[in-house]
C-alpha cells in the first residue's frame, strides 16, 4: 500500500546549548504540544550558466536554507525558555495581573482593601475605575472625590469619605506559589547569544510512519496572538543548521 500523510505529527525539543553557549549536562526534552500544523522548507540558490542562447547550458546549488514553522495549542515555560529565550527560570512564583470583576464598595471611612487572590501579595497598582468605566485619578494623599492613594506596601486604597458607598474595580499586580509555575527573566545580552536545540519530528499514518530529526536549530521568530472567543495558537520558527560532525538532518520513511 502506498505511503500517504494525514495530521500535524508530533514534534520534540531537546536543548542542547544554553544561550551562553555552554553544553547543557543534562538536556530535558520536551513535546511540542496540541500540533496544529508544522512545516519544513528547504530550498537553495541556483547558479545557472549561460551563453549566447536564451537557456542556461548548466545549473548547480549554491547555498541552502531549512526554514520551520510550528503552529501549537499547548504553552510551557520550560520549552519556551529552553528554545528561544534562554532566560534565567525561578521554579514556583507568579506575577499575575487581576482585577475586582463585580466591584467593591467603598467602607465607612474611604478605605478599601482587595482580597488578593492564591494567597498572593500585592505588588502593584494598575488603577481604579468608576462603576461607569470612569478612571479615578490617583493622588499622594488626601483624595477628594473621583480621586484616591494606595499604599503599595499593604495593598490599601484611600478614597474621598463622599465616596463611601460607590462600587470602584480595582486592577492590580499581585505574587503567588503556584506549583508547577515558571518566571522567566529575559535580559539584554549582547548580539549574537542564542541558545540552541535539536528537533524530532514524527508523522504516522495507516501504519506508515516518516520521521525527521534535525541536530541541530536554532529560533528566530515567536509570536501569541490572542482572540476574544478563541484558543491563543502560538507561532515558533526555527532554522535547522549543520551539527560539528557536519550533520544536518536525518530522515526516515516507511516506504
Do not use: H, W
Not at 510550528?70 to 520549552?79: E, F, M, Q, W, Y
Not at 478599601?112 to 488603577?127: D, E, R
Not at 477628594?144 to 492590580?172: L, N, R
Not at 515558533?236 to 550533520?247: C, S, Y
Amino acid at each position: 500500500m502506498a505511503q500517504y500523510l494525514f495530521g500535524a505529527g508530533k514534534l520534540f525539543a531537546t536543548p542542547i546549548l544554553d544561550v551562553y553557549g555552554q553544553p547543557i549536562a543534562n538536556p530535558t526534552p520536551v513535546e511540542i504540544g496540541v500540533m496544529q500544523s508544522v512545516s519544513v522548507d528547504i530550498s537553495y540558490d541556483l547558479k545557472e550558466l549561460f551563453g549566447r542562447g536564451q537557456f542556461a547550458v548548466d545549473a548547480a546549488r549554491g547555498k541552502g536554507s531549512i526554514k520551520c514553522k510550528a503552529t501549537v495549542g499547548r504553552i510551557s515555560g520550560a520549552l519556551l525558555n529552553s528554545i528561544f529565550f534562554g532566560g534565567v527560570v525561578a521554579e514556583g512564583g507568579m506575577d499575575i495581573v487581576t482585577q475586582t470583576i463585580n466591584g467593591e464598595k467603598i467602607q465607612t471611612g474611604g478605605t478599601l482593601t482587595p482580597v488578593v487572590p492564591n494567597a498572593g501579595t500585592f505588588v502593584k497598582n494598575l488603577g481604579v475605575t468608576d462603576a461607569k468605566a470612569v478612571p479615578l485619578t490617583r493622588v499622594a494623599a488626601t483624595p477628594k472625590t473621583g480621586e484616591y492613594s494606595v499604599d503599595e506596601t499593604t495593598g490599601a486604597y484611600t478614597f474621598a469619605t463622599t465616596d463611601v458607598g460607590k462600587v470602584v474595580f480595582i486592577s492590580f499586580k499581585y505574587s503567588a506559589t503556584v506549583a508547577g509555575a515558571k518566571s522567566i527573566q529575559v535580559n539584554n545580552l549582547e548580539m549574537g547569544y542564542t541558545p540552541e536545540f535539536s528537533v524530532n519530528l514524527q508523522r504516522e499514518f495507516k501504519g506508515k510512519f516518516m520521521g525527521m530529526e534535525f541536530y541541530r536549530c536554532v529560533s528566530n521568530k515567536l509570536g501569541f496572538s490572542s482572540k476574544q472567543d478563541d484558543y491563543d495558537l502560538p507561532e515558533f520558527e526555527f532554522q535547522p543548521m549543520a551539527d560539528d560532525l557536519n550533520r544536518v538532518f536525518n530522515s526516515t520513511f516507511s516506504e
